[in-house]
């Protein structure tokens, strides 16, 4: 069961996660030790990883609940607002 492609992930889910973390499929594979080709059909939807395979990407690779790649699109995500305001005291002496 475990060595089985896992059925019902959205491929395009698998693409999303992937770029939105700015990797490539090369990146990816060298992570996972696989081959490139192997990450663009699950990409594709040709085929699908396994179970263990799954898990690494979502929790170690992409940093994301395994659940989000079975949704049917993906997540709206609000990126947070990078300020670089400083704050700066001022401290006088008494006269």
Do not use: C, N
């Amino acid at each position: 069961m475990k060595s089985e492609p896992v059925s019902g992930i959205q491929p395009a889910l698998l693409r999303w996660a992937r770029q939105t973390i700015g990797l490539s499929v090369i990146d990816v594979a060298e992570k996972l030790s696989r081959h490139p080709s192997e990450i663009a059909v699950w990409e594709s939807g040709e085929s699908a990883p396994t179970y263990p395979q799954l898990e690494k990407l979502a929790y170690q690779v992409y940093k994301r609940p395994l659940a989000v790649f079975f949704l049917p699109v993906p997540p709206q995500e609000i990126a947070p607002v990078h300020e670089f305001r400083t704050f700066v005291i001022s401290i006088s002496s008494p006269s």
